[in-house]
């Protein structure tokens, strides 16, 4: 059980736009910068976002994210058959003094 | 540019012990805090440990707390995570990141298989 809750799985069409949802708690999400994650299969993660809404050098502006209280949310527009990735969020819990992801969210491009 | 390479996977035996390095470079290894983060096969991503910069300051993962040990040698660029009492459910591929604002960049990974 993540301590970040996401959808298992999300689907949308070539062209259309998908978001992705982050739950947590004042001690994580509520009091701490939120970053997402892509990995696309046999890969390492790759930072997509980080400090809730920036775009490391070479991310396209297609990626954005936001957060509000204890949620954050992923937004992917213009979806390409090659955003077909899991994607995860994650940060710190102040509580347990330790990184915490979500489940992850695997992304279909139909 | 920064490159993070792990090293000391294996197949190793339950109850045993097993060594992983992160060789580091590209940027000042010294002034980075770094993280291991894992992922069993089919599964999510993990987070294992950190240790800040100077080395001095440490956290785990209620998972893997008393049973692992993560270093570094600032001397070396390396980073590495000690772990004792392996379990079936450490299977997993062991990835090593560097954290600048996030975990701006990672490892391959090193594959564990904790079997008999």
């Known amino acids: 059980q993540s301590v970040l809750t996401q959808p298992p799985s999300v689907s949308a069409a070539p062209g259309q736009k998908v978001t992705i949802s982050c739950s947590g708690s004042?001690?994580?999400?509520?009091?701490?910068?939120v970053s997402w994650f892509q990995q696309l299969p046999g890969t390492a993660p790759k930072l997509l976002i980080y400090?809730?809404?920036k775009r490391p050098s070479g991310i396209p502006d297609r990626f954005s994210a936001s957060k509000s209280g204890t949620s954050a949310t992923l937004a992917i527009t213009g979806l390409q058959t090659g955003d077909e990735a899991d994607y995860y969020c994650?940060?710190?819990?102040?509580?347990?003094?330790?990184?915490?992801f979500g489940g992850g969210t695997k992304l279909t491009v139909l | 540019q920064v490159h993070l390479v792990e090293s000391g996977g294996g197949v190793v035996q339950p109850g045993r012990s097993l060594r992983l390095s992160c060789a580091a470079s590209?940027?000042?290894?010294?002034?980075?805090?770094m993280h291991w983060v894992r992922q069993a096969p089919g599964k999510g991503l993990e987070w294992v440990a950190v240790?800040?910069?100077?080395?001095?300051?440490?956290y785990y993962a209620d998972s893997v707390r008393g049973r692992f040990t993560i270093s570094r040698d600032n001397s070396k660029n390396t980073l590495s995570l000690e772990m004792n009492s392996l379990r079936g459910e450490d299977t997993a591929v062991y990835y090593c990141?560097?954290?600048?604002?996030?975990?701006?960049?990672w490892g391959q990974g090193t594959l564990v298989t904790v079997s008999s």
């Open positions: 990141a560097r954290q600048e604002n996030s975990l701006d960049y």
């Open positions: 590209g940027f000042t290894f010294s002034r980075h805090t």
């Open positions: 240790i800040e910069s100077d080395g001095i300051n440490k």
């Open positions: 004042s001690s994580n999400i509520g009091n701490n910068d």
């Open positions: 400090e809730n809404n």
């Open positions: 994650g940060g710190w819990d102040s509580s347990l003094s330790a990184g915490v």
